[in-house]
């Protein structure tokens, strides 16, 4: 549905600084997708978005929506961002504050480049009005609206023309914390109902985890890492993409043993030499980064995690309400460790514990 | 209970001891100069109801002045005058000032920088000076346009008449088009830019999202922009003065000071207070409206406060038309007027350019300026240009620190009072300080007729700029950095002087440049109050200009202009500075 190849754009602000804020991303979405770019703030995930949109021209690169380029440096063609039919919803949601909510909705119909009836404007609005449940507000002036109004107005102004796409940059991030959790999965119902590829920019982890079919982490301008939620929480393939994705104790260290084609390997690291599972083909001697989760280091002994057994002392703890947030010290070193908090020793005591080798992920440094 | 009573009854200290002196200094200089300034209308206000001389205790109250004056069919037509000036004006000015804002802001149109300093700079031109050359150009008889087009079609009238409501609202709305620039663009610059990509995104055209959204939203700020432009209009002097007076076309302006200063008998302050009082109704309700629409203005501006930069339209071939549109623009407000005032300068008597006229160029026109008169003007002016900025700056600091950092009960008054003179036509001021010298200050202080008096009126009249520059610098800056000086012992005094105005430096540096290079061609505050002492230059220009010198006072001109350019370069060099890094 959406292809985009090699897209790079560089900012020129004052003087003679430059700013390369995407750099050659290349990512393709599928009919019905919802595809989230997730990373810090600053590392191009709006530039991204806004050169598919077509605010903002690439400087080299290539987006195809449905097959047709609507930019390429390629063969140098270009569809202004009001001829790509693409439904977007602003970070600040941009409502329009001298219109009523039903003139907000109704302005791409009315103005777009589809001609559209009196009346069909009429029905279409009122259903999408109705799909974001505001149909009993659409006389009001826009400006007197909650945030999550004002949120879901400019969802359904987004979708009222029934564009190919759906781009959303950050649209949560103007709601309180209560309602942001609450649209996180109304909202993905919502795309998923309208049946709408969409598009998804955030740099809440949460929210990509929620909402997304596939997410793309990016940072610098790259996309580093590309998966299914899962995917991405569990096997992280990059040590920036295990840190930034929930928390992970990183440890460098050299690969001691490596068979050619089998996944399991040895690494020796500060806190001894573990066995893990490789992210990706590594040969004895390599330089890896072991990605081990908390919530993965266990108290209690069992077949699987007998392999890596580290013992230490208990450093410190904090209760953060569903578990004991606790750091252990294995040979000088600080391990993160996630405990339950009634099973968790005094401080100052030992402690043992083990790691599965499939939760000890090796990844090229 | 007995605790909380103790506690509330400590905090009570006197007035006097929670200040110390710098801090009753300030309060001194913000309370005396309020009562100054709401002394003038009010002044204004009981003159135009009494009848008789205002001293003598026989003199009554009655309507007699109002009835006067709006039943004189002159004072009437003068009326219709100034508001089809004033309408002239506002359609000019938008119609140069609005582009020029939309293009700076809103395309990637090459040179903005040069473009804004342009604007800034000619609004420093005196309109008395493109009024001259306007008038050399367009008069009826001698206007060098209508004299070419005379001969060179063979007509037996003249196409153009500059001295008409529309002629002399074609010139003073091309001089206050800077203003509607840098007001408009402002409006624009506030706009969330996602608010006119959403209706691009939604496949609107380009016009439509101008109609629809983008005019709309910048609606109340162009509004707003209008009222003040025509506010400026209905009260200026230059150009009714030099166009309208000897062709006997008046304005509110000239006609005020034809009653104050009538070529036969006594002033008659009874009309003239009438219809200022008229006219400090209609600016207070102009005013209050424009306060509404900035509300509403400000209602539509960003609030995200993401450093959002709008994208710029590709103006591509248009870009050529953009530029022309500016230069013609340039051409007919400020190079054209000024190459006839020299042109004119230099002949004995005004025609156009030919080879006979070339052959008898002569500076006789500067050699023959009553240089005795140019000097003490000179000196006038010099003393102004230093003390004004000077002190009205130091009542701006006054102000702005009573008003955003004293905790005194009922202080936002005071900055009503100090927007006065921002809504009030500044000629009104004029004769309220006229009346107050000739009434009040009499036995006490002898002000008339001494620069001093002029000196009062100017602070008055850039009070409200100066004050919208300190409390706009003053919002900015922390109060923590002021407080942890109060905290290390500093008296208040020392705090503004060590701390608030050296942060404050080069916003006061570039107001202060500002009031001293519009104090030194002001002309319409001088007119009214200058007797034959106390002449500054824009008046002996003025008084050359009346007497037929037309070719002193265009020669005076010039050499004013050319005083200025140091001051506009100095100006222009602070200003380059202030803005680096603003990346504009
Ligand atoms: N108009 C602009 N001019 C110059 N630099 C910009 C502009 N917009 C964004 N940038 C810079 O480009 C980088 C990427 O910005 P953006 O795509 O907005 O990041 P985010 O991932 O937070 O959405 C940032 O470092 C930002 O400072
Ligand atoms: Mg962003």
Redesign the pocket.
């Known amino acids: 549905m959406i292809d985009v190849k090699d897209l790079s754009l560089t900012?020129h602000?004052s003087g003679r600084q430059t700013?390369l804020?995407v750099d050659k991303v290349s990512f393709s979405v599928q009919k019905g997708q919802v595809y989230t770019l997730l990373?810090p703030?600053?590392?191009?995930?709006?530039?991204?978005l806004r050169c598919v949109a077509g605010l903002e021209k690439p400087d080299a690169g290539e987006i195809l929506i449905d097959g047709s380029p609507v930019s390429s440096s390629v063969t140098n063609s270009w569809v202004p961002p009001s001829q790509r039919a693409i439904g977007m919803v602003f970070q600040s949601y941009a409502i329009w504050p001298h219109m009523s909510v039903f003139e907000n909705v109704a302005f791409p119909l009315r103005y777009g480049p589809f001609k559209v009836s009196s009346a069909d404007i009429q029905t279409r609005v009122t259903r999408a009005l109705s799909q974001v449940q505001l149909d009993h507000l659409k006389d009001r002036p826009a400006p007197h609206l909650s945030g999550g109004q004002q949120q879901r107005l400019a969802l359904a102004r987004a979708f009222v023309m029934e564009p190919k796409v759906l781009l959303l940059d950050e649209p949560l991030s103007n709601l309180d914390a209560k309602l942001r959790e609450e649209m996180r999965v109304e909202l993905r119902q919502l795309i998923k109902s309208i049946g709408m590829t969409a598009i998804f920019?955030t740099?809440e982890q949460i929210e990509a985890l929620t909402l997304s079919d596939v997410i793309a982490v990016?940072n610098n301008g790259k996309i580093v890492q590309e998966g299914t939620p899962l995917d991405i929480y569990q096997r992280p393939t990059n040590p920036f993409v295990a840190n930034f994705i929930g928390q992970s104790n990183l440890l460098n260290g050299d690969v001691v043993e490596a068979t050619a084609g089998q996944r399991a390997i040895r690494v020796k690291t500060p806190l001894g030499t573990l066995a893990c599972e490789a992210t990706q083909e590594v040969a004895a001697g390599a330089k890896v980064v072991v990605s081990i989760r908390p919530e993965h280091v266990e108290i209690e002994k069992s077949a699987e995690n007998q392999g890596n057994a580290l013992q230490g002392t208990l450093a410190s703890t904090s209760f953060i309400g569903n578990a004991m947030d606790c750091a252990l010290r294995v040979d000088g070193q600080i391990l993160k460790v996630l405990m339950h908090a009634e099973r968790t020793p005094p401080i100052g005591s030992p402690v043992t514990v083990y790691v599965s080798n499939r939760h000890c992920l090796a990844m090229r440094a | 209970m007995t605790a909380d009573v103790t506690l509330q009854r400590a905090i009570k200290i006197p007035f006097m001891r929670r200040y110390d002196p710098s801090a009753l200094v300030m309060f001194g200089i913000v309370f005396s100069l309020s009562l100054l300034i709401i002394a003038f209308p009010i002044i204004i206000f009981w003159l135009s109801f009494r009848v008789g001389r205002p001293i003598d205790p026989a003199a009554t109250y009655s309507f007699a002045h109002y009835i006067k004056v709006f039943s004189d069919p002159f004072a009437f037509k003068v009326l219709l005058n100034t508001l089809g000036f004033s309408l002239t004006t506002l359609v000019v000015s938008l119609s140069f000032g609005l582009p020029c804002a939309w293009l700076v802001e809103r395309t990637n149109l090459p040179g903005k920088p040069i473009l804004y300093t342009l604007m800034t700079i000619g609004l420093l031109l005196p309109g008395f000076a493109t009024a001259m050359g306007w008038l050399f150009l367009m008069h009826p008889r001698i206007g060098l346009v209508n004299a070419v087009l005379k001969s060179l079609l063979g007509l037996d009238f003249p196409v153009f008449n500059i001295t008409s409501i529309i002629g002399m609202g074609w010139v003073e709305g091309l001089s206050l088009a800077p203003v509607a620039f840098i007001m408009t663009a402002a409006v624009f610059r506030a706009m969330d830019p996602s608010l006119e990509e959403s209706a691009e995104m939604s496949g609107a055209p380009f016009h439509t999202i101008a109609r629809r959204v983008t005019l709309p939203l910048a609606w109340p700020g162009i509004l707003a922009a209008g009222i003040y432009i025509f506010t400026i209009g209905f009260a200026a002097f230059d150009v009714p003065a030099i166009i309208g007076w000897s062709n006997r076309i008046f304005t509110f302006s000239t006609y005020m000071v034809t009653q104050l200063s009538p070529d036969d008998g006594l002033p008659q302050y009874g009309p003239a207070t009438a219809l200022s009082t008229f006219v400090i109704a209609l600016a207070g309700g102009l005013s209050w409206w424009y306060g509404r629409l900035q509300t509403r203005a400000h209602r539509y501006q960003v609030v995200t406060g993401k450093g959002y930069?709008p994208r710029l339209l590709e103006l591509g071939k248009y870009k050529l038309w953009a530029w022309l549109f500016l230069a013609a623009y340039f051409l007919l407000s400020k190079l054209i007027p000024l190459l006839i005032v020299i042109w004119a300068s230099l002949l004995p008597y005004f025609q156009p350019p030919s080879a006979e006229a070339i052959a008898m160029m002569t500076l006789k026109h500067f050699n023959s300026l009553p240089w005795g008169l140019v000097l003490e003007g000179l000196k006038n002016t010099t003393i102004l240009v230093f003390l004004t900025p000077t002190v009205t700056l130091i009542c701006a600091i006054a102000f702005s620190w009573v008003v955003l950092r004293s905790k005194l009960p009922g202080r936002s008054l005071f900055d009503f009072v100090a927007f006065l003179p921002h809504a009030i036509p500044n000629i009104v001021f004029g004769i309220g300080v006229l009346l107050f010298a000739l009434y009040v200050m009499r036995g006490v202080a002898p002000i008339f007729g001494t620069i001093w008096i002029l000196l009062i009126v100017f602070v008055v009249g850039r009070l409200s700029y100066a004050t919208r520059m300190t409390n706009s610098t003053m919002i900015q800056i922390h109060k923590d950095l002021e407080e942890s000086a109060q905290m290390s012992g500093a008296s208040t005094g020392t705090v503004i002087r060590r701390v608030v105005a050296p942060l404050l430096g080069p916003t006061l540096i570039y107001a202060w440049l500002w009031i001293a290079l519009i104090t030194f061609r002001e002309l319409t505050l001088a007119v009214i109050l200058t007797t034959r002492d106390n002449m500054t230059l824009p008046v002996v220009v003025w008084s050359l200009w009346v007497a037929s010198g037309f070719g002193q006072a265009a020669a005076l001109t010039l050499i004013l202009l050319v005083m200025m350019i140091p001051i506009v370069c100095l100006y222009w060099w602070v200003a380059r500075k202030m803005s680096f890094g603003a990346n504009r």
């Open positions: 900012y602000s700013h804020a990373g703030s600053g590392c191009g995930k709006t530039t991204t920019v740099h990016m | 930069r």
